[in-house]
T-cell receptor
Framework: GEDVEQSLFLSVREGDSSVINCTYT??????LYWYKQEPGAGLQLLTY?????DMKQDQRLTVLLNKKDKHLSLRIADTQTGDSAIYFC???????????FGKGTKLSVKP | GAVVSQHPSRVICKSGTSVKIECRSL??????MFWYRQFPKQSLMLMAT?????????EQGVEKDKFLINHASLTLSTLTVTSAHPEDSSFYIC??????????????FGPGTRLLVL
């Protein structure tokens, strides 16, 4: 079945860049997503990338997609303490078109 | 745009009672709503998918008689946890998507409902 893998933790200093990596298995997924979850809150759609793109930039966020290796990454430039959260990578899969999530990467930003 | 609300945000109930959680799409018509469950420090797991006007499709291992889902309109889906037990305590999140447009696969999530069963 479909599977999405992420590293569980990432710690950076304020002002540095953060790179969160993800690998997925379903090559037919049309879109791939990054969601952000702050403590005790629901998911917020951060950004997404269409599968025929290699890169998408949106202000401080850069998404890179390597379809050959089924690897997705999210780069946050000039990371701030407000970026501390759990970041979920997701692909569309399952028989219902639901999202398949990774376990989430907890980003800690130190001042 | 694409705002999804959930109510209540937090609920504490006694074991054996039933709890209803509402999920609303505020500025779009959701043809499909999904219900997810999230245990502490874990990823979201899909419980069921509901399409407006039809019965929900449940994932394997999810009891449909325990987790009743109703998708009565294009803007409202409800999840009722019947005869709740402490092991049902979790974070329940809904999401909504709509057909048509270039982003039909995109799901927008509600803020979640934290259920604690005593």
């Amino acid at each position: 079945g479909e599977d999405v893998e992420q590293s569980l933790f990432l710690s950076v200093r304020e002002g540095d860049s953060s790179v969160i990596n993800c690998t997925y298995t379903d090559s037919s997924s049309t879109y791939l997503y990054w969601y952000k979850q702050e403590p005790g809150a629901g998911l917020q759609l951060l950004t997404y990338i269409f599968s025929n793109m290699d890169m998408k930039q949106d202000q401080r966020l850069t998404v890179l997609l390597n379809k050959k290796d089924k690897h997705l990454s999210l780069r946050i430039a000039d990371t701030q303490t407000g970026d501390s959260a759990i970041y979920f990578c997701a692909e569309v899969g399952g028989s219902q078109g639901n999202l398949i999530f990774g376990k989430g990467t907890k980003l800690s930003v130190k001042p | 745009g694409a705002v999804v609300s959930q109510h209540p945000s937090r609920v504490i109930c006694k074991s054996g009672t039933s709890v209803k959680i509402e999920c609303r799409s505020l500025d779009f018509q959701a043809t499909t709503m999904f219900w997810y469950r999230q245990f502490p420090k874990q990823s979201l797991m899909l419980m069921a998918t509901s399409n407006e006007g039809s019965k929900a499709t449940y994932e394997q291992g999810v009891e449909k008689d325990k987790f009743l889902i109703n998708h009565a309109s294009l803007t409202l889906s409800t999840l009722t946890v019947t005869s709740a037990h402490p092991e049902d305590s979790s974070f329940y999140i809904c999401s909504a998507s709509w057909r048509g447009g270039p982003f039909q696969e995109t799901q927008y999530f509600g803020p979640g409902t934290r259920l604690l069963v005593l």
